[in-house]
Every structure is written in structure tokens, then in C-alpha cells.
């Protein structure tokens, strides 16, 4: 069965010059065959990716080429009459994801910090499947939960942060009557802050379990330094596990903006849906790429799909230039990659 | 983490054994930490309760929790500070405030699961719930009335077609992966990595564009596991390469040094050693194909009957018919939609159970079955090789 070759020498009579032995194995038919047959999956893997970006291409090329660069300026979405751009949607986009990172971030982080630093070692492994699991629950769930359960405990969050930080730009919210204590809170619903609160829930896992296991990775000999100089455990964090683990959170933190910026479900069922840009994010209104796409698909003609796909693939461009980023950063932070039993 | 030596006696001198100093715990919470947190939480909360209502003009919970918590990390920080100086006050603080973004996270998790369940309770108590479809349930229909059946049916197909389209793919790709260290090998993993955050709703997309527009098929269950596998195919990639990339080096090393090809090496050593690893993948990248709504949106249609066929009429998933039913807006249809997300969840929370009955070991760690068989075989080849040895066998 074997095909490595192998092949001794002759037992050397001295005085004859060895000949050096070839070292490779010259691979047999089975594993020429096993080695192309992995290649192959390889390169259906790489096609069916390729061409997730090639068909949104052409098939957003007709909308591109009547839209042409206002495509990413107008604030509009009238594909019927020609008007439509992302130039306010892609922002909002934007405002959701920024939300949900200013959140999510400081929480994942001192998740990670605990789970690898100050949990018991009995209780590491359970704390880590609840963040998976947390990764696991869909984001459907996740939305329902913002829209009926949230969304009402929030407004007061909303109303208090516009009075006493209204001079804040993000945080104005102008209606008529709002000052009015009596106002409707209505104009606080539906808003980018609700959004970006639940799904900073969806990118809490996410972050968590890149920056658990960077933390996880910083070495046990500078760590042991660390309090062999006397330091506390806090102060060993700061100096031997956070710069260890700068990567990881650069990284942690840029795949959950990926994410952000693509959720579909929770945007969808929340917000109400404005084509202007709306900076503040206390006020209800708003958009994603991903939820023009959820919601217009149904009634969209053929012009109209084409828009949709033009929008799909500014949001595709979008999170493929974030996640490179992140896994270029990640990766070089990597050490021990392969292990040896 | 630190280690106390008990100081050796000096040669010449005469040890003294007694008066041992009580040793300190290492490991642990200290009875004083306790004390002062417990504390801290308890000012915390009595000044919370005395400002809401009594002597400021504040209401609402989260104020409530937020002014709260706020005088428990003030206080706490007072109570460390009797007994101990600045890095130790940073220590207790820091110590406290990571702890608790653990809670919050994992408060916000039980919260979430048992809101759902607890919304969806009226419809999940009916059997009727998890045997009928919806056509006959119009907005006023008692819950009585009603069920999520074609969502299920819906679900099952989706997923299973999808599983059958990823995941050998994946593997192969994940072997792929593993047994090549050329420049290629780093492109595809750098594509699969960058593709697993990917939006979902692009793979519906390209999925419509691909399949229901350009192909000119219909939308069906078939086209929504298109999607999902479109989904799920990098994700799958992903959890495996890491699991192969664990399979210790000497193994694989001594299976090549048997003479061994190299597809014998990864069939009968690589893939037996990660067999566990590979399976919880698979049911983790399941768990995340069940839930996801957004694919199946733009691909499936919608539908209130049971529709058994993949590939000929619109079918609905579970996620897909919780998001109908609420976005609806009518109450029973609201309470219906929370009991179908309820119903992925449990389904989900099986499949996480099933993964860490499979996946909790390490690779090539084996079960107390494994082992007794492993110990069976290995018994019965040494009889084998003395049976050969011996001067009357063969």
C-alpha cells in the first residue's frame, strides 16, 4: 500500500562516497488523485465566491451606468423615475454599525478580560459556550427582542439623553413639541439608537470570542513576570495581556463592525425607513443597505432589482475591504497555529 | 498564580518547626472582598431606592440600575481603600467593572431567551401550535387555530439540502486547506476567512440573481438552500481548517513514516483524530443555518400551506415565518411569532447540547467507548503478532 520510496542504500563499503538519498516521496496515483480532488473543492469554493461578487456586478451594471456616480450621493430611492442613490443610506448604515461598536466593544472587551483572566478555571470553558451559544441565537430573536422589549425601555434612555445632551449634534432630536414634557415619545421609537443596541447584542460574541482567544494566547512566563515584579492582577492585564492581545481587539472589533454593517433582520423590523440621512440617532428614522434590499426586493421591477443589486454590492465592497482588514490584523497577531502533541 | 516557598533552613542553624505562619490562600475569592462588595451593592441600591421617587425627581429602571451600580463602584472603591493603596484599589475596581460587563452580557443572553419564550407561551402550550399551517388562521383566529407545521417542514427541508451541498464541500476545501502550505492554500483561507462575516442577506441576493433571475427557476425551499449553503459554506471551512490544524503534527508524521500515502493519512489518522471537532462544526454551522432569516427572505417566497416540495413552489422557515408574523403586528399573530422564534431556540439550544455531548473533547481524546474499543483492537492485534511469532503460527 505504501508508495513512499524510500529506498536504502546498500550497506556502504567503506571508502565508497555515499550518494546523498532522495528525501521527497514521489507521490503515487491515489494521492495524485486525493490532492486534486481537494484542489478542486478549493477552487468550486473560490468560483461560487467569485461569483457572489461577478453576478452582483453585472447584474447591478444597468442601474450603475443610468445612476452613475450620484449613485453613492443621492439621498433618495426612487428607482422608477431614475433617482436613487445610497448617499443617505450608506450613511445611516454606518450610524447603526458606529452605535453598535461604541456599545458592544467595551462589553466584549471586559467579557474577554474575565472570562480569561478572572473566572474561575472550572467555570472558563461553561462561560465560553454561553458566548457561543449568545453567537448562536439567531438574529431574528435578537430583533424581536429589540422591537417589543427594548425598544419600550429605551425611550426614556432616548428622551433623557436629548434634554440634557441635546447640544450634542448626534444627540438632537428636533420635532415639533418634543421639549413639551407631555410630547409623544413616539419620535424616540424606531430609531438608530434602538437599532444599534440590538445588534451590539450580535456583535458582543463575535468580538468576544477573537479577543478571548488573543488574551488566551499571551504567555504564561511574562504574565508570571508581571506579578513576580509585584504587580496586581489588574496591573499584569495592562501590561502583559492587553498589548499581547492588541491585535485580537482590533480585530475582534472590525469583524463585529463587518457584521454591523451587514444585519438585515433587526434594521428590517425596527426602523422606519428614511432615504435622507438622519445624523440624529436618538430620533426615529433610518436605514441599512441590507434592509432597503430586505424591504424593496418584493415590488422592485427589473430596474428596480438592479438597483437593489448596485446597493448590494456597495454593502459586499464594503464588508469584504473590513474583513481582509480584520483578518489581516488577526492573523498577524496569531502565534502557535499548529500544535504538536 | 504566585508561588510562597517556605523559607529553608540555614545549614548550622537549628531548624524551629513551630509556630508555622498560617498559609495564605492563594486561589479564590477572600472573605473581605466579598464582604465589601456585598456591601458597596447593598449602599448602592439604597441610594437608588431613596433617590428615585423619594428625593429626586428620577424614574425608570435602567436609571435606576445605572444610578445604582454607579454608587456601588464609588463605594466599593471607599470600602478597598480603608485596608489597601492605590494598585490595589485599581485591582478591586477594574476587577469588579469586568465582572460585570460579564453579567450584563449574559444577563442581556437570559434575558433575550426567556422574554422569547415567555411572549410565545400561550401559543407553545397548544398542540395544535406544531402540527397545523396557518392557512386556515386569519388575523382574528384564536390561537387555537393555527400552527407553525409548514414552517417546520419549511426549515427541515432547507437545512437538510443545505447541509448536503456544504458540508462535503467544506471538508474537502477544510482537507484542502490542511495538507497544503502553498500560496494558494493562503489565498483561499484569506477569501474564506474575509467571506464568513459576510452579510447574509448578499448571499440571498446572488442567490436571486443567480438561480431565480438569470436560471429563470422559481422561488422555492430549494433556491433559499441555495443560500444557506452559500452561507453556511465558509463558516463550515472555517470551524474545520481550525479543528484539522489541531491534529498533532507526530501523528500524521508517524502515519507517513508507516509508508502511508498521503489520502490514507488524512482518511485513516487526520479525520478519525478530529472526528468530534468536525461534528460539533457541522452542528454549530447548522445551528447558525437554522436561524438565519435573511437568505431565505429573498429566495423562498411565502407561504401559509405545507408545501413538502423543495423544488416547486414557495416554502417559509422557521425564522422567516417568526419575522412574517410579527412584523404583521396583530397580537395573536405577534404571540404566534414568538413562539416560533421559542421553537428555534429550543431547536437551536438541542443542537448546542448535542455539540458539546460530541465536541467536549479535545482531538484524538477519545470516550470511555472509543477507549474499550481502542483497548479491544489493540488487545486483539497483540495476540495477532504472538499468534505470528510463535514458531506454529500462520
Known sequence: ?341 | MSIIHMPEARPGTVPVPPAAPPRRRLHGVRRDTLVDAAGAAVTGVCVSALLFGRLAALSGPIGFVVVAYGVFILVYAVLVSLRDDGPAIRDAVMTAMLTSAACLAFAALVLVITFTIWRGRTALAHANFFTQDMSKAGPLAPITVGGVAHALVGTLWMIGIALILSVPLGLVCAVYLDQTRSRPALFVRTIVEAMTALPTILAGLFIYASWILTLGYQESGLAAALALSIMMLPYMIRTSDLVLRLVPNNIREASSALGAPRWRTVWHVVLPTARSGLATAVILATARGIGEASPVLLTAGFTTYINADPVHGPMVSLPLEALKLVASGEPTYVVRGFACAALLLFLILALFALARFIGGRGPGHLSRGQERRALRASAGDARRLARAASPGGM
Not at chain 1, 434634554?163 to 424606531?190: Q, R
Not at chain 1, 422606519?272 to 432597503?292: D, E, R, V
Not at chain 1, 421591477?301 to 488577526?330: E, K, P, R, Y
Request: aromatic share 10%; with cysteine; hydrophobic share 55%.
Open chain 1, 1 to 341: 500500500m505504501g508508495t513512499a520510496e524510500a529506498v536504502l542504500p546498500a550497506t556502504p563499503t567503506p571508502g565508497a562516497v555515499p550518494v546523498p538519498r532522495r528525501i521527497g516521496a514521489r507521490s503515487g496515483a491515489g494521492d495524485r488523485a486525493f490532492l486534486a480532488g481537494t484542489r478542486l473543492a478549493a477552487l468550486v469554493v473560490v468560483g461560487v465566491i467569485a461569483s457572489v461578487g461577478l453576478f452582483l456586478a453585472v447584474r447591478a451594471y444597468p442601474a450603475l451606468a443610468v445612476a452613475k456616480w450620484r449613485f453613492f450621493t443621492t439621498q433618495a430611492w426612487e428607482p422608477d423615475i431614475h433617482h436613487f442613490g445610497i448617499g443617505g443610506v450608506l450613511i445611516d448604515t454606518v450610524l447603526i454599525a458606529v452605535v453598535a461598536i461604541i456599545v458592544a466593544v467595551p462589553v466584549s472587551l471586559g467579557l474577554s478580560l474575565f472570562i480569561s483572566e478572572i473566572a474561575p478555571r472550572g467555570l472558563q470553558r461553561v462561560f465560553v459556550s454561553l458566548v457561543d451559544l449568545m453567537a448562536a441565537v439567531p438574529s431574528v430573536v435578537f430583533a424581536l427582542w429589540g422591537l417589543d422589549f427594548l425598544q419600550g425601555h429605551v425611550i426614556d434612555i432616548a428622551r433623557w439623553l436629548s434634554t440634557w445632551f441635546g447640544w450634542i449634534p448626534f444627540f438632537h432630536v428636533t420635532a415639533p413639541g418634543v421639549s413639551s414634557p407631555l410630547s409623544s415619545s413616539s419620535v424616540y421609537s424606531a430609531s438608530t439608537f434602538v437599532v444599534g443596541l440590538t445588534v451590539s447584542l450580535m456583535v458582543i460574541p463575535i468580538a468576544c470570542s477573537v479577543m478571548r482567544e488573543a488574551f488566551s494566547q499571551a504567555p504564561v512566563g511574562e504574565r508570571e513576570a508581571a506579578y513576580a515584579l509585584g504587580s496586581s492582577r489588574w496591573g499584569m492585564i495592562t501590561s502583559v495581556v492587553i498589548p499581547f492581545g492588541k491585535g485580537g481587539i482590533i480585530g475582534g472589533t472590525m469583524l463585529g463592525l463587518g457584521r454591523a454593517l451587514g444585519e438585515t433582520i433587526a434594521v428590517y423590523l425596527i426602523i422606519s425607513p428614511t432615504y435622507q440621512i438622519n445624523w440624529h440617532i436618538l430620533q426615529s428614522g433610518g436605514h441599512s443597505i441590507s434592509a432597503l434590499i430586505a424591504l424593496q426586493n418584493g415590488d422592485a421591477d427589473s430596474f428596480g432589482i438592479s438597483a437593489l443589486m448596485a446597493a448590494g454590492l456597495a454593502l459586499f465592497a464594503l464588508t469584504l475591504l473590513i474583513n481582509f482588514g480584520a483578518s489581516a490584523i488577526v492573523a498577524r497577531s496569531r502565534s502557535g497555529a499548529e500544535s504538536d502533541g
